[in-house]
């Protein structure tokens, strides 16, 4: 297992240089807005990828409701923070492209805010799983991840069912819309490098919280099984 | 606010996000890391007792 991870770390980082190289060289250089539009190979990727774990985490978090598994808790905890990391990337990268571009950093259209609404329910349950003490705390935080996971529907469709400052998409946004398929190589390398980085920190974060797990029961065992008087 | 947009300084605004994403993606690693390491000594702490 050690050597298959090693290799698809070589596999990502070989991917990773080969999609910073094509973002920042190979892609051409947009005709309005210049070289500052290339922020978009690693602000579309994210934002991508954030609403893929944030699904993951959904159907995990359901899962653990109907089989209180404890994989499908730990696949929903680590979707959910690999997300959320994602998320943040998407929301940094966004104004440092605005700023230049539009003159502002933030407006509170629709798609920004539902962003920003997004990256603070997932923050919200990070903080639930991390602070709250209790067995029941991975049921109230698989609730808020299925109502929560409402809001990235409400992201993707924002700018189709308002109108925004955000642009229109780059897949089914109508005329006028769209990407040059020289800028579509650049984005699906950039896309396929952070998929695999995301899987990375998907497996080593599932395999963590396995480990608390088992590192809990094991607590709980030793003070069940320790002498009375042996605490004192 | 100055609604002039200066795409020339676009530059300098596309290298800080590229390394904004490095920092996060590096900040992550370390904590993936840090946590691993700590995991690990709580096991071998627990197996010793």
């Known amino acids: 297992m050690k050597t298959l991870f090693k290799l698809i770390t070589v596999c990502t980082v070989v991917l990773l240089g080969y999609g910073f190289c094509q973002a920042m060289y190979i892609a051409p250089?947009?005709?309005?807005?210049g070289d500052v539009q290339r922020i978009f190979y690693y602000h579309l990727p994210?934002?991508?990828?954030?609403f893929l774990l944030f699904f993951v985490n959904f159907l995990a978090s359901i899962w653990y409701l109907i089989r209180r598994s404890k994989g499908a808790d730990a696949l929903a905890l680590a979707s959910a923070e690999v997300g959320v990391m994602f998320c943040t990337i998407v929301l940094i990268t966004g104004p440092l492209w605005a700023r230049p571009v539009w003159g502002i950093?933030?407006?509170w259209d629709a798609r920004l805010t539902s962003t920003l609404v997004l990256w603070l329910i997932y923050v919200s349950y990070l903080v639930l799983?991390?602070?709250?003490?209790?067995?029941?705390?991975?049921?109230l935080a698989s609730a808020l991840a299925i109502f929560g996971f409402l809001d990235v529907p409400i992201v993707y469709m924002a700018i189709r069912w308002f109108r925004t400052q955000h642009p229109q998409p780059v897949i089914g946004g109508g005329e006028g819309s769209g990407l040059a398929p020289a800028m579509w190589v650049a984005v699906l390398w950039n896309l396929a490098a952070f998929m695999l980085l995301?899987?990375?920190y998907i497996w080593v974060r599932y395999r963590q919280a396995l480990t608390t797990y088992d590192l809990e029961e094991a607590h709980a065992h030793a003070s069940l099984h320790e002498e009375p008087g042996g605490a004192r | 606010m100055n609604p002039s947009v200066n795409i020339a300084s676009g530059d300098k605004f596309l290298w800080a996000a590229y390394i904004v994403v490095w920092v996060i993606h590096a900040c992550y690693m370390l904590?993936?890391?840090?946590?691993?390491?700590?995991l690990e000594r709580e096991r071998k702490e627990l197996n010793r007792n």
């Open chain 1, 198 to 200: 995301a899987g990375q």
């Open chain 1, 105 to 107: 950093w933030w407006t």
């Open chain 1, 46 to 50: 994210s934002a991508w990828i954030a």
């Open chain 2, 31 to 38: 904590t993936l890391v840090n946590r691993g390491k700590r």
């Open chain 1, 129 to 139: 799983r991390h602070y709250a003490v209790g067995g029941q705390i991975p049921v």
């Open chain 1, 29 to 33: 250089k947009e005709a309005t807005m």
